[in-house]
């Protein structure tokens, strides 16, 4: 069988597969990167001293923005060798 991971934003459940879960880490701000305007990518974090591309993954699903509730968490994601971050 498949192990997920499942999470909620807003009122709606989701799942990933766990074997592509690197990290579960407490919410943090990214480096924002000039010019880089696009709702979607809300900038970099460093883990170990890579930069990870963080994702804003209610953006990406037409979600309303976040309203401010603490305890979000950023989950680190590995597909097919690359990481990237998502909230």
């Known amino acids: 069988?498949?192990?997920?991971?499942f999470f909620?934003?807003?009122?709606?459940?989701?799942?990933?597969?766990a074997n592509s879960i690197k990290a579960?880490?407490?919410?943090?701000?990214?480096?924002?990167?000039?010019?880089?305007?696009?709702r979607l990518c809300q900038g970099f974090?460093?883990?170990?001293?890579?930069p990870i591309p963080l994702l804003d993954l209610?953006?990406?699903l037409r979600l309303p923005p976040?309203?401010?509730v603490s305890g979000g968490k950023t989950i680190l994601l590995e597909f097919d060798g690359l990481l990237?971050?998502?909230e």
């Not at 069988?1 to 991971?5: D, I, K, M, P, T």
């Open 45 to 50: 974090i460093h883990l170990q001293g890579a």
């Open 24 to 38: 579960i880490l407490e919410s943090t701000r990214p480096v924002t990167v000039p010019f880089v305007r696009h």
């Open 66 to 68: 976040n309203d401010g």
């Open 8 to 17: 909620s934003l807003g009122r709606s459940l989701f799942a990933l597969p």
């Open 58 to 60: 209610r953006a990406l």
């Open 1 to 5: 069988g498949v192990s997920l991971l």
């Open 84 to 86: 990237t971050a998502i």
